[in-house]
């Protein structure tokens, strides 16, 4: 009876010793972790672990940033899920620097919170609630607003939450950096505008349809309009974008062009080097661009691309409007891309429509990198242009073709050894020296089209806006703000399989698989048969 006691008494105390050590090593771990993050996070682009851009920006703070997040209590069940994925990430934003305060905010919660959120610009939404079989409309607040020093910065309505972290990282260089960098777009050719959607220039034929773009760019940028219609020369800018001019440009503003890019501009040159009108009438545009980038290494041709991966395009023929997959619209896929660009790497799809192909040419102490191609099945078309979308394509010179090619290296100039072009007006040539050779290493990206960023373009492919601002942010600020914007991408196609492997798939799901399950089937029969 002793021994039993004895033994009782010692699982006691051994029982009571291991839960005192465990109770330990949870209050060890729970101090660690209020100092130390962690999260395990299986998803393939990482969508909710913050990168390190963000972990970078947010140690790099010097002064307190405040975070309000006014968001209504009682929310829709459709935004709790946003919500709680809001006060995640910025758990997180919290946990990388002791310089971040946050708050939350229910705006109706009293008069003083409603005042507060409406003299901040936080507007009262409109939210759809699904009560008893019916929708409800339901007015409250979805809004994020980040204080720093004398200067704030607003996000009215998170919409999408998988892009919150883009944004909020973006306010918070914003917030801390105190000079943006400057995008110029060339204008008075007829190139793409920026501002009001549909507004026909009074002076020019230009049309206004990069307004959604130009919202996108202006999160990281002083957005500006550069004319060098009267030679002159381009400066205070970082990145020029030439927009798909439709008219030609003069000798002396294709020297304004090259000789930013001698001193050191970055630059990306958007081409429609044929023009599609009405009924399909298709029409060659040689603007003078292409003769300064063959001089940089990227040849643009006057044809138009096809392949057999393309988008669904909408056509009208009397009263009647069909839908048909369209070859003149490629869709370049991830497999086509160059998976060592930090440009690429992680995009999924970029749609062209109507577009030409560009041609790497080997240049002496250039690289030259065709970022995206076509698929196997990829061909070309030149004048006269049959564009029929009732047509069959089947081209018979099938190859990969250049869609973009990003040139990088120290550029001799298109005018090395020439004085500056004159004007019209000038009686005498300028003084202007010509810079010959670039002192320093530079990068220029061309796509052979411009329509692919319109605001009606990016309405069914956002995508084609990711890798856009891709571009801008390499050539401009380096690769830091991609790998976060990238996070946002979903569409994933299915790859494009070759006539071969698509008779090979076929045979395995109508022969193979019913072959194995007869060969199963006997095998059990005679095994039970000899049991």
Do not use: C
Request: charged fraction near 25%.
């Amino acid at each position: 009876m002793k021994n039993i006691l004895n033994r009782k008494n010692l699982f006691t105390t051994q029982s009571l010793a291991l839960l005192l050590t465990i109770i330990g090593i949870v209050l060890v771990v729970n101090l660690i972790s209020i100092n130390h993050f962690g999260r395990l996070d299986l998803t393939t682009d990482k969508q909710y672990t913050i990168s390190a851009p963000t972990k970078n920006t947010l140690k790099s703070l010097d002064d307190l940033l405040t975070i309000k997040v006014y968001f209504t209590q009682k929310l829709p069940a459709n935004l709790e899920q946003t919500a709680q994925y809001v006060r995640d990430i910025l758990g997180e934003y919290k946990a990388y620097s002791p310089k971040i305060k946050i708050e939350f905010i229910d705006p109706a919660k009293n008069e003083a919170n409603k005042a507060e959120v409406q003299s901040i610009g936080i507007p009262e939404i409109e939210m759809q609630v699904m009560e008893k079989d019916e929708f409800k409309v339901q007015k409250g607040y979805l809004g994020i607003a980040l204080f720093y020093g004398d200067k704030k910065e607003i996000l009215p309505f998170i919409q999408e939450p998988q892009n919150l972290e883009y944004d909020l990282t973006t306010a918070v260089k914003r917030l801390t950096s105190t000079e943006l960098k400057k995008v110029g777009f060339l204008t008075g050719h007829d190139e793409h505008g920026l501002f009001d959607m549909n507004f026909l220039g009074a002076e020019t034929n230009q049309i206004n349809d990069y307004t959604t773009i130009k919202k996108s760019l202006d999160k990281n940028y002083t957005v500006t309009t550069v004319d060098i219609t009267s030679g002159q020369k381009i400066e205070n800018i970082d990145t020029l974008i030439v927009a798909g001019p439709k008219k030609a440009l003069t000798e002396r503003e294709l020297y304004e062009i090259d000789q930013f890019v001698m001193r050191g501009g970055k630059a990306i040159f958007l081409l429609d080097e044929v023009t599609v009108g009405q009924g399909l009438q298709a029409t060659p545009n040689q603007t003078g661009l292409e003769k300064i980038l063959a001089n940089y290494g990227i040849q643009v041709n006057t044809n138009l691309v096809g392949d057999t991966s393309n988008e669904t395009v909408g056509f009208t023929s009397g009263y009647m409007q069909f839908f048909l997959p369209y070859p003149f619209w490629p869709k370049l896929i991830k497999d086509n891309f160059d998976k060592s660009s930090q440009i690429m790497n992680r995009l999924q799809t970029i749609s062209l429509p109507w577009s030409s192909s560009l041609t790497p040419m080997e240049k002496s102490g250039l690289k030259i990198t065709s970022l995206a191609t076509t698929t196997y099945a990829g061909s070309t078309i030149s004048t006269p242009f049959n564009l029929d979308p009732n047509q069959q394509y089947n081209p018979t010179d099938r190859k990969k073709v250049p869609m973009i090619i990003l040139a990088e290296g120290k550029f001799t100039s298109a005018y090395a050894g020439k004085e500056a072009p004159k004007l019209e007006s000038e009686k005498t040539a300028t003084d202007q020296k010509t810079i010959d050779l670039a002192d320093n290493d530079n990068q220029i990206i061309a796509v052979a089209n411009s329509n692919f960023i319109d605001d009606q373009n990016l309405q069914r492919f956002p995508d084609n806006a990711v890798f856009f601002l891709n571009a801008v942010d390499y050539l401009t600020m380096g690769p830091e703000l991609i790998s976060i914007r990238a996070k946002a991408l979903t569409d994933r196609p299915i790859k494009t399989l070759d006539d071969e492997a698509k008779m090979i798939v076929k045979a395995i799901n109508i022969i193979l698989i019913p072959l194995l399950v007869i060969i199963i089937g006997i095998v059990r029969f005679y095994r039970r048969k000899k049991k």
